[in-house]
């Protein structure tokens, strides 16, 4: 093939959508969950995760994208492999390999994905809550309440002055007033990639909840549908990496632990049920939030706590009660469902904890956790679960120039399916070519590099990221009008995948470097498209 122009097929179906980083937020219920146990799902939480439809590496990094580009090209290795955060009835795409099924009685499914331990305080208060006639000290409450802001962006009317209607014309977005002001017009809007209009319409949602803006303070009944609302702003916010807002609309959340966030105070709507009214996947991102706080003194301590309730559960069902420690029986199978889930999110926020770490440079626990869930494993892992893990490790073990990097690539390489009595069968698989790029990038090797990244661009994987690494391998090997060729010629190709943060900050890399005038126009194309691109560029108050 030509390095300088390798033969791209466009076939965007079989890429992730949304190349960005994303960290894992997303509730996944695991392979025992069927199609038909989304019954009890509530809305919004199946909207959301529809945004994801990138396979993300658990072990990605989860970084905020830098407000400034680089001031040189960085390599993007954040290739697909076991977690998948969206679309998670795909058997193929699921973490763990599970042998139970969801039960039939749906009440049993909605006790085990909703249970949560309150604290005696609280829990104490709940089985007063009948007598208390519904009223709690203020300091007791959960008061929310959304920043009064009104989210925009103007991609569409920048590249409108400066590159004229026609060619702005595919990044103009639905607008709020065109959708239904529901879960239905949020979905559209998500699906758009509008995240800032999705942000208006979740305020106007839950100001319908009396929680809006100026609302933070002011008691408010809380419902399944509402938690998922404010899982969904928060998963929006996130996105946006709107810091500063989720900070402040995280403050009346506190430890998520407050009497009215349980089924139990209110009888009136939920009967006898009993459990949290919180989304898992809402109490991971608050806990994940404080990395990307200034202010923040310990990074880990509510992920700990998480790990802890979460632990807590798992030894209850170990010693014969439900997961909030009640004496109630329940069948071998519904047990052991419950298990395979709860272990599932104890790795979940492990996995969490990792990334925390490793974006803290804490690299000493990081390793730790890994080697753990490597030599310990509380379920079943597929093949490709313990292939990323040992990659995992062996990507850890690079970035602190650990020699034995190596050895884990070679133990995730041995664990390859071998197709036997094929002319493939000791082929590198996709996996194995990344491995072994990253090592010839440690090494100074882009020459040797590029080859892999190339190779694995010809397997019909994750094309883009492939491409970006290879113009990135050619800038280091002075080769800088061929990288700049590549990444045009993919922006061409594929440009629903390659208008991504990592792609367009390295071409505006290579346009400086290139201080050619005929690519100011370009230039500045690409970076009000990398700048504007699914985020807050305008907060009005």
């Known amino acids: 093939m030509d390095r300088k122009t390798p033969e791209l097929r466009p076939a965007i179906n079989e890429y992730f959508k949304d190349p960005s980083p994303s960290s894992n937020l997303f509730d996944n219920i695991s392979s025992h969950a069927t199609a038909e146990s989304k019954r009890e799902e509530p809305a919004v939480c199946r909207i959301f995760q529809q945004i994801e439809t990138k396979k993300t590496d658990i072990f990605d990094i989860i970084k905020p994208p830098e407000n400034n580009h680089n001031n040189s090209p960085a390599f993007d290795v954040q290739e697909s492999t076991f977690l998948n955060t969206g679309n998670d009835n795909v058997d193929l795409m699921d973490i763990f390999n599970h042998e139970y099924e969801l039960s039939s009685i749906p009440a049993e499914d909605e006790r085990r994905r909703f249970a949560w331990i309150p604290s005696v305080k609280t829990k104490n208060t709940l089985e007063k809550a009948s007598q208390m006639n519904h009223t709690l000290p203020k300091d007791m409450l959960t008061m929310p309440g959304v920043e009064n802001v009104n989210f925009t962006t103007k991609l569409y009317e920048n590249l409108v002055s400066y590159l004229g209607e026609a060619e702005a014309a595919p990044f103009k977005s639905k607008n709020i007033e065109k959708v239904t002001q529901d879960e239905q017009g949020l979905k559209l809007l998500i699906e758009d990639n509008n995240f800032s209009e999705a942000l208006n319409l979740t305020t106007r949602l839950l100001g319908m909840y009396g929680q809006g803006p100026g609302q933070m303070g002011y008691p408010s009944k809380h419902t399944k549908?509402?938690?998922?609302?404010?899982?969904?702003?928060?998963?929006?916010?996130?996105?946006?990496?709107a810091w500063k807002?989720?900070?402040?609309?995280?403050?009346?959340?506190?430890?998520?632990d407050r009497?009215?966030?349980?089924?139990?105070?209110?009888?009136d709507?939920?009967?006898?049920?009993?459990?949290?009214?919180?989304?898992?996947?809402?109490?991971?991102i608050l806990a994940e939030l404080p990395q990307y706080v200034i202010s923040s003194t310990n990074v880990y301590n509510k992920l700990f706590e998480i790990l802890v309730g979460v632990k807590k559960i798992i030894s209850n069902l170990d010693n014969g009660l439900t997961e909030d420690g009640r004496n109630v029986e329940l069948t071998i199978q519904d047990r052991n469902t419950s298990k395979l889930l709860w272990y599932s999110r104890e790795a979940k926020v492990i996995h969490s904890i990792i990334n925390c770490a490793v974006n803290q440079k804490d690299f000493k626990l990081a390793i730790k956790l890994l080697k753990d869930l490597i030599e310990t494993p509380r379920l079943k892992y597929t093949t490709e679960h313990s292939r990323s893990l040992l990659s995992a490790m062996g990507r850890i073990c690079l970035q602190v120039g650990d020699l034995k990097a190596h050895g884990y690539f070679l133990k995730s390489s041995r664990l390859k399916p071998q197709l036997q009595g094929t002319i493939v069968e000791?082929?590198?698989?996709?996996?194995?070519?990344?491995?072994?790029?990253?090592?010839?990038?440690?090494?100074?090797?882009?020459?040797?590099?590029?080859?892999?990244f190339e190779n694995a661009y010809l397997m019909d994987s994750n094309k883009v990221m492939a491409l970006n690494n290879m113009a990135?391998?050619?800038?280091?090997?002075?080769?800088?009008?061929?990288?700049?060729?590549?990444?045009?010629?993919?922006?061409?190709?594929?440009?629903?995948?390659?208008?991504?943060?990592?792609?367009?900050?390295?071409?505006?890399?290579?346009?400086?470097?290139?201080?050619s005038a005929s690519n100011k126009q370009r230039l500045l194309k690409y970076h009000i498209i990398s700048k504007y691109k699914n985020s807050v560029t305008d907060v009005i108050n």
């Not at 807002?245 to 998520?256: N, P, Q, R, T």
């Not at 709507?269 to 991971?284: C, E």
């Not at 060729?485 to 400086?512: G, H, K, V, W």
């Open 259 to 267: 009497p009215d966030l349980y089924m139990q105070w209110y009888k």
């Open 269 to 284: 709507l939920y009967g006898n049920k009993y459990g949290t009214l919180v989304p898992f996947s809402f109490r991971l």
């Open 245 to 256: 807002i989720i900070s402040k609309e995280a403050l009346a959340w506190d430890d998520l």
């Open 426 to 452: 000791n082929k590198a698989d996709y996996r194995e070519l990344i491995d072994a790029a990253l090592l010839a990038i440690a090494q100074n090797n882009y020459k040797e590099a590029y080859k892999h």
């Open 225 to 241: 549908s509402s938690l998922q609302l404010w899982f969904t702003r928060f998963a929006l916010l996130v996105k946006i990496c």
């Open 472 to 515: 990135t391998c050619l800038f280091y090997e002075g080769q800088l009008n061929n990288a700049i060729t590549l990444l045009e010629d993919a922006i061409q190709r594929f440009p629903d995948l390659a208008l991504n943060e990592s792609l367009l900050s390295n071409i505006c890399c290579f346009y400086q470097f290139q201080n």
